[in-house]
């Protein structure tokens, strides 16, 4: 039978196609501490820096494509059930052919309503104060924000829960709850890190780190587990 495999995803596969990370900043951007561009508090101080920050996001996206390691995901997914897991808010997933995308934090070609969460919209352009969802209210960026909650955690869970293979690519696992989601897999399944600086997870399942670059590394591994599996 064939092992379902989960991938978690982080900013490290995106920075691979040229995507820019808090962590690349500092915390900073254009010397503003990131909670005042990505927290409900900067939201309500000053609402138009928040909108501009993720309009430069949003311009930055149209520019980059998918690298090797999306694209190794999509080959995987060719010969197995593969649900992805990613805290990026890009839709490089998707552009790489891949299915079964769980966005954690949010997505940045979609915008909602400030007052109601299910009013969601795609959005590829910039946005402005003054546009408006169809309840009136101003349109957002539909991005889990600092100190809010993260409504896709349980859906995540329960993938989790459910792993035969589970893949980190590309994150620090210091963001929760995302990082937390290894403490749910079964005992069993085995666990594969790859990213060149990785930190120290402790779980007691059979786990391998690879210390390489998502691009370098995801392709291999995925021809690996074809050749275990599958061939």
Do not use: C
Not at 10 to 33: C, M, P, V, Y
Not at 109 to 115: G, I, Y
Not at 211 to 228: M, R, S, T, Y
């Amino acid at each position: 039978m064939k092992p379902h495999i989960v991938i978690l995803t982080g900013a490290g596969i995106s920075q691979e196609s040229g995507i820019k990370t808090f962590r690349d900043a500092n915390g900073l951007w254009q010397n503003h501490d990131i909670m005042t561009v990505a927290s409900p508090q900067g939201w309500q101080h000053n609402p138009a820096l928040v909108l501009e920050f993720y309009n430069q996001r949003r311009r930055q996206l149209h520019q980059v494509e998918p690298n090797d390691a999306h694209k190794a995901i999509s080959k995987l997914q060719q010969h197995f059930l593969v649900d992805i897991i990613t805290q990026n808010v890009d839709d490089l997933h998707e552009r790489a052919g891949n299915k079964n995308v769980l966005h954690l934090h949010g997505e940045l070609f979609k915008v909602r309503s400030e007052t109601n969460d299910n009013l969601v919209y795609t959005w590829k352009k910039d946005l402005h104060l003054g546009d408006l969802a169809e309840d009136g209210s101003q349109l957002r960026p539909h991005i889990v924000w600092f100190g809010e909650a993260v409504p896709n955690i349980e859906k995540a869970v329960a993938l989790t829960q459910n792993a035969d293979i589970f893949i980190i690519v590309g994150t620090g696992m210091q963001i929760y709850p995302a990082a937390g989601l290894v403490h749910h897999l079964s005992k069993t399944s085995p666990m594969y890190y790859i990213d060149p600086n990785p930190n120290p997870i402790h779980i007691n399942n059979p786990l391998k780190i690879i210390n390489q670059k998502a691009g370098e590394a995801l392709p291999v591994l995925v021809d690996e587990l074809i050749q275990k599996y599958i061939l």
